[in-house]
């Protein structure tokens, strides 16, 4: 038996004993005698530095959580050894967060359902393609009391309309579900960087009350570090969608950036990309607040580091400078992964289409005929002026 | 008499005829038989741009301005040859924006009064320290009639409070005047790289009517360009204060650059100093409107220009590696010019002292903190969290 399922054989027991606490009342958060217990699933280099940023809290707050949090992991070989084991036995992720040290207390669990057996909290933190096959495979096994959080950053588009991945979670596993988005580049807030970050989430009707159940406090208990400031909100959808359309922001960025346009340029693309990022959520999403798109960690401040570097940013300068298409700069540049802003204005466009609402949003319209269908990317600054015109 | 002297000659004749034909009515904007004469103060780099910008269009719209623009020039010599004869033969500001190639309806000269005689616009764009002196020199001889643009950021910071410069010449002239503010990095919009930019414009109660009068429509045809996007609004406070206040954020964002705290930390500085901008805004000039901060080229376009580079974040990120002052830092890199934000950090602070509000607003109290009284930078994120929980 490994080390990591003779923990898990602890943890059952110390679940139960908390099971049993959480009976009982209790009215002040500094103080409940019920502890939470948390799973983390996805082990990926941002999965791995939150499940490190949650593990630090539970150690140091025993009256609130258990100490001990599961971390799924896809298992892998490396060099012949499970990469679980590595994890437990070396408390570091060797293969996606080297050179990181990880809490003791923090758990690589290979089997996704024991390790969110018996949990309060569970934190979904994996590729966004591989979300419906996971929570597949929890149907059934997650209780309705528990709560969620999903870092996965957007929202999946089809024909009936936009969908958070949040709602998708809380839909297909009858949980509530919640978000985490912010400017948090994963290897810098692995390294304890200071930066900032935005949980979002709507207290539920079935709320148990406080100590009882997941609220606010005990959200920013969890996610607060003196390296990582939370800010705690109810609006869900603001932060999802800001999460998914800054991609596309970013492409538009690297188009100009690769023309050698400069920075003027770069931050009039953000300007007009914060914009349509507003109206995108006001429009589809009412409820979202436009204070969360230009005062959250996960609003203005995401966007300014998405457009500063990454994937997109790349992959969209590259395309500039070589003439490539997105296709080839993908696969020059990013080793068959995909830049996300590729396949999110392609959704965009053709949610927008279908709503005959492509002319509102100007530059999502611009950036996906220059990926999609060729048109020079040179022309985007009269394509944004001339659909600024007709939406006016 | 130099070439220049000829020219104004010239001019004053051309003014008079256009004197006559303001009188004459006219009811469309793209046909009024009253061309308006537009005059330029400053020919620094961002002045002679703005130049070139106002004469192209003037040039090109015959049935709206007249096509000569004077600039005022300091006049200097370079190897032994007067700066105005040198721009006005060889149609380059060889001191301040060389290799730029300029208009040839654009003339510079170095008589202040002589420059806004018969003018009906002048654009203020000048160092904010000569402003006194320039509008001093100018009393008695503008007539009531001009309407002007200041270009200069901010505000100035006395007893009585904070005054816009735009009021600042209103009061001092008598006449109404906007202001011009945006993502604008001068270099780049010399080259004709693509940019936008906000002008901000109150009507005033003595408008004459269209034609006869500078509105919207007049400024948009006077500063628009195929490079450079105009959007004008009436917001004038609004993109004064995020002009001068971006500075001191660009100073924050320097420390924890120059600390080596990495994309999130600076976007994190960037999402609070928009937070703070705004909330200055609505608390001292509550006629300015929230959405000018954040969806305009002069509000956080600007702040996000400013923030990736310029001289408040040199001097800051010196400041950081260095462990030396701000005065230090803006004498070892600036050639003993300044940093706005380093001026515009210490006015705020004892503004907001007056007030008894230095708490409302950490992160422009920090960098003051930092600057003036040797506080640790390292200090910064705490700063920002304490005082925002004293805010609370």
């Known amino acids: 038996m490994s080390s990591a399922a003779q923990r898990l054989n602890q943890t059952s027991q110390i679940l139960d004993n908390s099971n049993l606490r959480r009976s009982q009342s209790s009215t002040s958060l500094k103080a409940v005698d019920h502890p939470f217990k948390v799973a983390v699933i996805g082990s990926g280099n941002w999965g791995t530095t939150i499940a490190k940023v949650v593990a630090e809290n539970t150690g140091l707050n025993p009256q609130l959580f258990i100490s001990r949090v599961d971390m799924w992991v896809f298992e892998e070989k490396i060099e012949g050894r499970n990469l679980t ?172 950036e690769g023309l050698g346009w400069g920075n003027n340029a770069a931050a009039a693309i953000q300007r007009v990309g914060l914009g349509e990022i507003i109206k995108f959520g006001q429009m589809f999403f009412p409820e979202s607040r436009v204070q969360t798109y230009y ?54 466009h053709e949610w927008l289409e279908t709503c005959e609402m492509t002319h509102e949003f100007p530059l999502f319209e611009a950036v996906y005929q220059i990926v999609y269908n060729n048109v020079p990317m040179q022309n985007l600054p009269d394509m944004i002026e001339e659909l600024e015109c007709i939406a006016d």
């Open 295 to 348: 005062q959250e960690s996960a609003g203005v401040a995401d966007l300014i580091t998405t457009c500063s570097g990454g994937r997109n940013v790349r992959v969209a300068k590259f395309m500039a400078k070589s003439g490539k298409s997105a296709l080839e700069a993908e696969k020059e540049l990013l080793n068959g992964q995909s830049a996300q802003g590729i396949i999110t204005c392609k959704e965009v």
């Open 85 to 256: 084991e590595i994890i437990n036995t070396e408390h570091e992720n060797v293969k996606y967060l080297p050179g990181i040290k990880l809490p003791e207390n923090l758990v690589a669990n290979p089997n996704l359902v024991d390790t969110v057996k018996g949990c309060d909290i569970i934190i979904f933190n994996i590729p966004h393609q591989f979300l419906s096959r996971i929570v597949n495979n929890l149907k059934g096994v997650v209780e309705p009391h528990v709560r969620a959080i999903s870092c996965l950053k957007g929202f999946e588009v089809g024909k009936k309309g936009v969908q958070l991945l949040s709602s998708y979670v809380t839909e297909e596993l009858g949980i509530q579900c919640g978000a985490l988005s912010g400017a948090n580049l994963a290897p810098e807030v692995a390294k304890e960087h200071w930066s900032e970050t935005t949980v979002a989430y709507h207290i539920p009707k079935d709320y148990r009350g406080e100590g009882k159940d997941v609220d606010h406090k005990l959200l920013k208990a969890l996610f607060h570090r003196p390296y990582f400031h939370v800010n705690v909100i109810e609006d869900v959808a603001g932060i999802s969608i800001a999460g998914a359309l800054k991609n596309v922001v970013a492409l538009g960025c690297g188009f100009v």
